[in-house]
T-cell receptor, first 112, second 114 residues
């Protein structure tokens, strides 16, 4: 089983719908992240959390929200999805200040 | 904002050839990581370099951190089809808010043709 699990792996939705992407980890790491990957743009940080009571905005947080339900769970929500949020989304965890990241397998979201 | 430029963006070579991928910035990083991402999967860490001038080897892959900690290179010797993937560099440092942040380059997409 994967150490960092994302659900769903693929989702097609319509403009204006609310979407939640979920992430769970068995690595025991305190730090969790949500990234977005677009062709030609690389990986961009949406939100990150260093522990259950800590939530921080990343480079591109507008239009997104997150919830850290437990040390092992970090979910990403799109309250009202729009087509330019079509992308591959990755959850990641890290253990230390060196920031070495362990990624999930990704959630491909298409907004029509 | 710290930026990392990777070059080339795309690289297609024959099996057995050597190649070098570059990661450059005008900013100093406290560490530099290299990841490889295969289609349908998340990036996987290959190596972390933290000292200026550091060289690390991972089988046929050689990673170097520049003396000034602003740039890095990845050299692959005798490339094999299994090396095919997207190679990402990521620089680590403190953000303006004081927390540690990673900045990713846009990646080099490598195709090794049998």
């Amino acid at each position: 089983d994967a150490d960092v699990t994302q659900t769903p792996r693929n989702r097609i939705t319509k403009t204006g719908k609310r979407i939640m992407l979920e992430c769970s980890q068995t690595k025991g790491h305190d730090r969790m992240y949500w990234y977005r990957q677009d062709p030609g743009l690389g990986l961009r940080l949406i939100y990150y959390s260093f522990d259950v009571k800590d939530i921080n905005k990343g480079e591109i947080s507008d239009g997104y929200s997150v919830s850290r339900q437990a040390q092992a769970k970090f979910s990403l929500s799109l309250e009202s999805a729009i087509p330019n949020q079509t992308a591959l989304y990755f959850c990641a965890t890290s253990e230390s200040r060196t920031g070495e990241l362990f990624f999930g397998e990704g959630s491909r979201l298409t907004v029509l | 904002t710290q930026l990392l430029e990777q070059s080339p963006q795309f690289l297609s070579i024959q099996e057995g050839e050597n190649l070098t991928v570059y990661c450059n910035s005008s900013s100093v990083f406290s560490s530099l990581q290299w990841y490889r991402q295969e289609p349908g999967e998340g990036p996987v860490l290959l190596v972390t370099v933290v000292t200026g001038g550091e060289v690390k080897k991972l089988k046929r892959l050689t990673f170097q951190f520049g003396d000034a900690r602003k740039d890095s290179s990845l050299h692959i010797t005798a490339a094999q089809p299994g090396d095919t993937g997207l190679y990402l560099c990521a620089g680590g440092g403190n953000s303006g808010a004081g927390s540690y942040q990673l900045t990713f380059g846009k990646g080099t997409k490598l195709s090794v043709i049998p």
